[in-house]
């Protein structure tokens, strides 16, 4: 029962928001900007609007747009399944049963896909706008400014020329389906370029007209081509590739247009605004036959008749209605003024900057989810939906160990949940693919996919045999379906995800094994993308041996109780299929337990051979502790300090591992190491336009981040509303508005000196409450649309 001297209560209807000793908003920016032109891909700033993405260069003689469209994808549809795997099954499984790890992986790799890789998401080509600045041409620029404003998903680029003050704006329209670039000048008449498309795909480009260019092509058919690295290949492809269109339209304000040589001219103009849009021939991962030229056009006739200022207006209210939902302040003086790449330098030793970048960090990942994924667009692969290179790291697929599942953390907590869409649909859309997969390579009903999908939905394992045999990435994928459900209450999306939901659990109920001890576990299966001790003879060597296939690894059964969990828990809401509920039951009770090792640590596989001086990358046995919250100090204290011994050794990481070990130090409860990963290893490998870098470009880390900052700020896996959970020394004063917790609640939080001052939180539901901050609890009933004000004892 609640205790009058834990907490300050206050229940009302409220419209304030919350209040804190920190900067005013008259200084504060949401910008990305620079005092030069991008000169590098990484340099660029991206915009998109679920489907069109661009990069903007921002150059002065030159701008570039490289563009991308999110059904480009090489290959066409196919099944990916290969007829000869299950005769392997038996023997793989015996082989591991007895401990023969490196000749079942051997015999495994018979069992991989036809082909074995597969498709690469791809580029579409580049817009060029060619500057002529008349008189000024010989004079140098000045007072140069490129931008990204977070707040409103704007990029403007302006500089001096001369006595001219020119200045380009450009975003990507979600309610228009195109990217819209307006040009001024401060002097009439003095706008004038050459605009042009190009592809590095097969190509034709006309001009129907003399304010219009349409640029069509295909992309070609390709044997297998190495990518940057030796872990993936594209897909052979012998049929027809995608076809795709692209259109500009160019409206002028004085001058002339006309169009000449597969260009459109532009001279003497006032104001120039220049629509473009493109679509390609899918309609679905088995068609592709939609006609991608009628599709641009019919996008392109919703703009005629709209001004510059209406397209303006309608993008600026469609995106600000999400993106102004989150706000954070970590009380930053001077250090937003500063151009980013300066910023970023200043952020290894300046307090002051690393906190804002830390805001922009936090921001930037929500912004990049908006501008990636909308309702009806493909989920973000690996690169989100921004990709210059035709063979692209990984393929830019859709990697589920992991990768695809950091992309969308953020979008429930993020207070974007419409920007989840895409991936609740991909899942849906795999259980065709994913059943044929489960019966001709494991004899199995249900559905089924592995480590990797692309546009064509592949399921089958591919890759290697050391990548590829994990059968967990669906039942993975299935913890989202359930998750939009806890933080929204949607019934009616469980009772679509339901079906899916057991689907998923119904192929490992027919595909689990006995382990010797007679628990039941998957076989065969690997820690993703680790390698094991079992390499050696006596199987008990501790350190990686280059062998990663085994038997019932840590994270399969976690994923496993939670499907199974997830899958009860909607039968009981839903009231229904109490039979299957049952064996549920049952077949969950008999999963293999998570064990600790001789060094104290979660062990990541069923055989003790973690090293602790081994400071891999993925942490996959680290799944029971965030995303999921199998492991927490309240019902399972021995696991949890486990982990932490786990985390230990693992040591730190940069990019998206990195971004893992922010939440994973969250839920620790540690806010100091939270930090530490997030400052010291993922911001400092951030590009310079805050893309994650390295030497390969992937996006996760960008949400993962995002994730991550949520976890030290906002948590709710356990029932409850923990507030400031792992708030570290440096964030001293500050405030965040928006967040989303589980069961259905919007909060806002204020704290200062390191201590909480007061919290908002808003039901959206009208569900039951608990309420945690330290070791003050509080459960109380809000009704819906009710909001109350938490203020600590110690703030009274």
Partial sequence: MFRSNLFFLVSCLLTLPLQADTKSDSSYTNEIWFRQPATEWTEALPIGNGRLGAMVFGGIDQERLQLNEDTLWSGGPQCYDNPDAYQHLATVRDLLQRDEYAEAEAIAQQMLGRPKYQAAYQPLGDLFLDFDHGDSNDQSPSDYRRELNLDNAISTVSYQ?????????????????????????????????????DSSHVFQSETPSNDTLLLTGQVAPRGESKLSGSRSLIAPWDGPGLKFAALVKVKADGGTVVSRGGKITVRDADTVTICYSAATSYVNFQDTS????????????????KTFDQLHQRHVDDYSSLFGRVSIDLDVDEANLLPTDELVRRSTDDNDAVRHLTELVFQYGRYLMIAGSRPGTQPLNLQGIWNNELDPPWASKYTININTEMNYWVAEVGNLSECHEPLLRMVAELQTPGRATAQTHYRAGGWIVHHNTDLWRGTAPV????????????????????????????TEHLQKSYPILKGAAEFFMDALVENSEGCLITSPSLSPEHSHGGGTKDGQSVGRSGISLCAGPTIDLQILRDLFANCIAASETLDIDSEFRSQLIQTRARLAPMQIGQHGQLQEWSVDWDNPEDQHSHVSHMYGLFPSSQINPRDTPELFDAARTSMIHRGYSGGWSGAWRVALWARLGDGER????????????????????????QIDANFGATAGISEMLLQSQLDEIHLLPALPQAW???????????????????????????????????????????????????????????KPVSNQ
């Fill in 674 to 697: 939270a930090l530490t990963a997030l400052t010291q290893h993922v911001m400092p490998r951030l590009g310079a336009n805050l893309f994650n870098g390295g030497e390969k470009f």
């Fill in 463 to 490: 890759d290697g045999a050391q990548w590829g045999m994990w059968p967990m990435g669906g039942a993975w994928l299935c913890q989202h379906l359930w998750e939009h459900y806890r933080f929204t209450g949607d």
């Fill in 161 to 197: 020329v001369g006595a001219a003050r020119f200045t380009r704006t450009v975003f990507a329209s979600h309610p228009d389906e195109a990217i819209v670039m307006h040009l001024d000048c401060d002097q009439p008449g003095r706008i004038a370029f050459d605009l042009f498309m």
């Fill in 290 to 305: 939609c006609d991608p030229q009628e599709k641009v056009d019919g996008y392109l006739s919703g703009v005629e008749g």
């Fill in 732 to 790: 001293e004063s500050g405030t965040v508005n928006g967040l989303r917790a589980r069961g259905g609640f919007e909060v806002d939080i204020a704290w200062k000196n390191g201590q909480l001052t007061e919290a908002k939180i808003r039901s959206l539901g009208g569900k039951p409450l608990t309420v945690r901050y330290g070791d003050q609890t509080r459960r109380m009933d809000l009704s819906k649309g009710q909001t109350t004000i938490f």
